[in-house]
């Protein structure tokens, strides 16, 4: 909201002109500050008066003016320290001797920042400019120059034009907050100027004359109130004839508007943007000609069209409200009128309806025809219903005075419909939430100073807030009138005790060590969106029964992407598209975060009533069976060049063993060793993939998948070449951790090694065979590794030879070779039991 200055002085005694102290005063008052706008017109700007005029038709058929203009009174110096008299080249013809103009001297600069200087132009030297309503920034005429006397204007020659007009005012811009609508208006602003300042302060409101007119039908049908509001909390309609559309606008009301962000367009539209701005209410003119009966505010039928101010030809929805006559709907309430009753060059009667509607059907029409505007802004966050009938009033009031019109008694005024509700305050309450003492006096005080109406009985208070302040409703928001209004300067800071404990917990500190480790391997962490469509959802799904298990969001900020993610990778591969599109292909990215995983059993229960009591724990434990599990996983992808081409040295591409590099150092930072398992999960790749699992409380569990990406995977993420990637359940992994540190002894006894050569089936999975020998090799084994995969000469079609290195060792005696072929005959044993394994000789 833009604020100028010298408007905002009509209602509230300034203590500083200064737009700085302004803001700060209503920034103590909670205000949040945004900007501030000064006069684009600056320099030597005069009241001139018209000596002499020569026409002089030039040989381009264009008549130019040759004048002699006086810009100081006899005996004195001009404003730019010139000659009192200048000659001045003119092409407007509107002007004629003896009248007062707008002249800009050399050194003022207009609008555009167009500067003034003496030129010569048609054989003259033009010493300034006569200056238009457009150069000035005060409207869109540019048909002639500014004559003041037809303003209304009567100063001496030499003033200061720029006071005269208003062209030296400046403005505040502060940012209104949705429960602050009231502050949408100078008449809001001036109040909490007066509220921060203890200026006085005169409403606005106050000074119309309030006439209520009759004989104009309007009728309300609203057959489906939403939220069971009433549609329609104030409507006053009025009617003035004779209007001039032509009547230039005042030169203070089009700057005026100007400063506060709109341009001036006609003096009917100028005067209803004019009272909106003052008091809050936004206000529509039709042109009384143009309608058939009287006006009937309802819900659009379903398909109903309507062509708006814009020119688009909108389709209704039935949760629209309408303003309607005989013929049809002809504008949409509260956020744009319609084309065909508009007021234009040749309206001459003026039905102008001041109207207060009901918040959520204007705010639910703006952002379904995705039509914000001034009056819809005003409208969803709030407006007075009491103050419909003076807003009208003063609009007929600057209709008479500046369009010639003539104030009818004909029009309508429907009784005002106010939600104040009661509310209880203790007295006590205030200085409970804010932990600063209020005497009862003092928040008595403030409650009266914003308006409302307190009564007291005993240390309870009863407050009904005033009319323009919706957003009053329970205890608390009189608590913050209270400190706002007092000060929140008085508040003291005091930081709160840290309670006892024992510092992070160990899923906390497991999480971090996770994350250090992985950027020191260096991967870069990232953010993804958590949002995603339902075949994002499915690439990494295990099975068609899980894919269906998706989170939809009630209102989903992406209609394209309604569903919660069941996985991380999605995202980091839109992240890594970003980022090769950019050209940066050789990455390795890293994400830490939460996904949803539905199981198939939540429960659906009723919400919780609003301003009920606390829900017991039956309902809390109903609640608690609607939310899906939120294990938190850790994925990462790369791409690229695992290696960079450096000198003497190519690249190294990345391949699936990247993956596995990084799950070994996830598992490994948090004292996990994991099993790897080849798998074929969607998603990845069938061969080049693993599956991996960790023992948690004796029973093995699955964590994740890691490998090479499926190449239709990796085609449909606009990626190329190998893409490896990994996501495991971190909860499990930190599950599975060890809580207390676990070191490795140091054996003193010498180590006996053997290695073991066994010939399986190629479906064979290596680490259930290693699962087997460490199973049947006992306690002597200190450690096995597969050291070799051969397939070839000498080696069955359809089989495999899987090499495992053995460490044998006794913790109290020196293990002799007998005991330790014993232990290696023992591990054979079980694998040709499980899986048919022969040994290669």
Not at 525 to 548: C, G, H, K, L, R
Not at 609 to 616: A, E, R
């Amino acid at each position: 909201m833009r604020v100028p200055l010298g408007w905002l002085a009509e209602f509230t005694d300034l203590l500083s002109a200064e737009p700085e102290d302004v803001l700060a005063a209503l920034v103590r008052i909670g205000l949040e500050e945004e900007d501030i706008h000064r006069s684009n017109v600056t320099g030597p700007v005069v009241v001139g008066e018209v000596l002499d005029r020569v026409p002089e038709p030039q040989t381009n058929g264009k008549t130019i003016n040759w004048c002699q203009v006086r810009v100081a009174q006899d005996g004195q110096r001009a404003a730019d320290g010139g000659e009192a008299v200048r000659g001045i080249v003119c092409g407007a013809h509107n002007f004629e001797v003896g009248d007062k103009v707008v002249v800009t001297l050399p050194g003022s600069v207009l609008p555009g920042d167009f500067a003034i200087a003496p030129r010569k132009t048609y054989g003259h030297v033009s010493d300034g400019m006569l200056a238009s309503a457009r150069e000035l920034g005060l409207g869109e005429d540019h048909s002639g120059i500014v004559v003041l006397s037809r303003l209304g204007l009567h100063p001496e020659v030499g003033d200061d034009a720029r006071s005269l007009l208003g062209l030296d005012e400046s403005a505040i811009e502060i940012n209104v907050t949705p429960d602050r609508g009231y502050c949408f208006s100078i008449r809001g602003v001036a109040r909490e100027y007066s509220h921060a300042t203890g200026a006085r302060f005169t409403d606005p409101a106050s000074l119309p004359t309030v006439v209520e007119g009759s004989g104009f039908d309007v009728t309300v049908d609203d057959r489906a109130p939403i939220r069971g509001n009433a549609a329609v909390r104030g409507f006053v309609t009025r009617l003035v004839t004779d209007v001039d559309p032509s009547a230039p606008p005042p030169p203070w009301m089009a700057q005026r508007l100007r400063l506060a962000g709109m341009r001036a367009i006609s003096i009917i539209v100028d005067v209803t943007n004019y009272v909106m701005l003052e008091l809050g209410n936004p206000i529509h003119a039709y042109d009384a000609d143009k309608l058939s009966g009287g006006l009937t505010v309802r819900r659009a039928t379903a398909g109903e069209k309507l062509e708006t101010l814009d020119g688009q030809l909108r389709t209704l929805n039935a949760e629209d409200l309408v303003i309607a006559d005989d013929s049809g709907a002809i504008g949409l309430a509260g956020v744009m009128g319609g084309a065909s009753t508009e007021v234009t060059e040749t309206t001459r009667s003026v039905l102008i309806e001041a109207a207060v509607f009901d918040p959520i059907s204007i705010a639910r029409s703006a952002r379904r025809h995705k039509l914000p505007s001034e009056a819809s802004k005003r409208f969803e966050r709030g407006v007075d219903a009491l103050i419909s009938a003076a807003a009208a009033a003063r609009v007929v009031e600057l209709l008479v005075e500046h369009a010639g019109g003539t104030a009818s008694p004909i029009g309508s005024q429907l009784a005002p419909v106010v939600h104040a509700p009661s509310i209880v305050l203790p007295l006590e309450f205030p200085e409970q939430v804010i932990g600063l003492e209020y005497s009862p006096e003092e928040v008595v005080r403030v409650l009266e100073q914003i308006g409302a109406d307190v009564s007291r009985a005993g240390d309870v208070l009863t407050v009904v807030p005033p009319s323009w302040r919706p957003d009053l409703s329970i205890p608390v928001d009189l608590v913050e009138e209270v400190a706002r209004i007092v000060g929140y300067d008085k508040i003291p800071s005091r930081l709160p005790v840290a309670p006892p404990g024992h510092g992070l917990t160990f899923a906390q500190k497991a999480r971090r060590r996770v994350s250090d480790s992985a950027a020191a391997a260096g991967l870069t962490e990232v953010w993804s969106y958590p949002f995603y469509t339902a075949e994002e959802n499915a690439i990494f799904a295990q099975s068609a029964a899980a894919a269906d298990l998706q989170v939809r969001l009630a209102n989903p900020l992406d209609a394209k992407a309604p569903y919660l993610r069941r996985d991380i990778l999605p995202g980091l591969l839109e992240v890594a598209k970003r980022n090769a599109s950019r050209g940066f292909t050789d990455l390795a990215i890293v994400e830490r975060g939460t996904v949803f995983r539905p199981n198939g059993t939540e429960l659906v229960v009723d919400p919780l009533p609003v301003g009920g009591v606390f829900p017991g724990a039956e309902t809390i434990e109903a609640l608690r069976s609607t939310v899906p599990g939120q294990p938190v996983h850790i994925a990462a992808v790369f791409t690229g060049n695992a290696v960079p081409k450096q000198p003497s040295q190519p690249a190294e591409k990345v391949d699936w063993r990247k993956a596995i590099e990084f799950v070994s150092q996830v598992a490994h930072s948090l004292g996990v060793v994991p099993e790897l398992e080849q798998a074929s999960p969607s998603g990845f790749h069938p061969g080049r993939t693993a599956a991996v699992y960790a023992w948690v409380d004796g029973e093995r569990t699955f964590v994740g998948n890691a490998g090479a990406l499926h190449p239709d995977v990796v085609a449909a993420a606009d990626l190329h070449g190998v893409v490896a990637a990994a996501e495991l359940d971190l909860d499990v992994l930190i599950a599975a951790a060890p809580r207390t540190g676990v070191a490795m002894g140091l054996g003193t006894m010498p180590v006996a090694t053997q290695d073991v050569s066994l010939v399986v089936p190629e479906s064979t999975v290596a680490a259930a065979l290693l699962a087997a020998v460490r199973e049947g090799a006992g306690e002597l084994l200190e450690d096995a590794v597969l050291v070799d995969d051969y397939r070839g000469t000498g080696i069955p079609e359809g089989s495999k030879s899987l090499t495992f290195a053995l460490r044998f060792r006794a913790p109290d005696r020196t293990l002799t070779a007998a005991e330790a072929s014993a232990a290696r005959n023992a591990a054979i044993a079980v694998a040709e039991e499980r899986f048919g394994a022969t040994v290669r000789v």
